[in-house]
């Protein structure tokens, strides 16, 4: 079939996901997180490892359902990849403004971020579906898988040698190391650096399969049944490939990519299920209020929190950020240090969804 409406399985999907990354990256205080919202120190894996490639996925599930929607409009190829190329460059611009704000200081930015392995994954991901055969596209998508696979346990590294796959003399962390010292998380590697981004490619394909595959089943029953089948053989996969292959979030590894695309298979078929079989969509407005905006969710929200961090009040010790002062007077006074972390995240959370409900009301989107 060819699906020429929006798909609100997706948006919920979607959606779920941003929640979530709202809610991880801003607890009340760092020192008390619980230990499900926190990423895993190195190898393995927590549920807020799951988020940003379930993000990456949703990306390549949009790609694939969007441009086929616009194919069969008859959008040609040149002015696709044009909207393809201007709207990457912008989401990495976004990227590097909201790593630099306020100062921008060149000599020390963090170059790489989310929004820029995004925009990098997306101006190599939709070209490729745009241009290339499906069975091309898969050859590029394994590739990806295995050849990151060789590169990181082949390649020798001075002074670590080859298959070294700890925080520093990975060769992924001697690439950032050599290409962008001085601008990177930590000051030897980070988790959005040049090579790592190679399997992330395949994550967003493996998304862009998942759409083209939704849009051509019917009946639609069948559809979640199907998602949730090559989803559990994509986890147990990617638990196999950890023995040779740790899932590690930061490296973003080979079996890291196949596991969570199985995982974000099992939850959009959870959602497929609920939203386009059943009809059960009141649950999924909170979702699809994020789920339609997440670009503006992402930034919006990494903006506040940079403002309420760098702004102070006057305290008992002396001015401290306002987002010290919010979390220990609004929350942790009444709840505790752990459970105010948690109320505060949820409570940021909730004026997100505050803020963005008249655009979703008014179906106003932001757009890169």
Known sequence: MALSRRLGSLDAFRGLTVAAMLLVNNPGSWSHVYAPLEHAEWNGWTPTDLIFPFFLFSVGVSLSLSLARRREAGAERRGLLGKIVARGLVIIIVGLLLNGFPRYDLATMRFPGVLQRIGLVYLVAAPLWVLCSRRAVAVVT??????????????????????????????????????????TWK?????????????????????AFAGEWIRQQEPAARVPVRLAAVGGLLVT??????????????????????????????????????VEVKGWSRWAVP?????????????????????????????????????????????????????GSLAYAVAFVVLWLAILWPLYAKGWKVRA
């Open 187 to 207: 000051p030897e590697w980070d988790p959005e650096g040049l090579l790592s981004t190679l399997p992330a490619i395949a994550t967003c394909l493996l998304g």
């Open 287 to 339: 979702a699809y209020v994020f789920g339609t905006n997440p670009l503006l969710a992402f930034v919006g929200s990494g903006l506040m929190a940079r403002v309420l961090i760098r702004t102070t009040v006057a305290g008992a010790e002396g001015a401290i950020p306002v987002q010290q002062w919010l979390y220990r007077e609004l929350f942790a006074r009444w709840a505790g240090a752990l459970n």
């Open 142 to 183: 394994l590739g990806c898988l295995l050849g990151y696979w060789a590169l990181m346990t082949l390649v020798p590294v001075p002074g670590h040698g080859a298959g070294h796959l700890e925080p520093v003399g990975n060769l992924a962390q001697h690439i950032d190391a050599w290409l962008l010292a001085g601008h």
């Open 237 to 274: 996969t990617g638990l196999i490939w950890d023995r040779w292959f740790p899932i590690n979030k930061s490296l973003w590894t080979s079996s890291y990519v196949v596991f969570t695309a199985g995982a974000a298979l099992l939850g959009l078929a959870c959602c497929y299920f609920l």
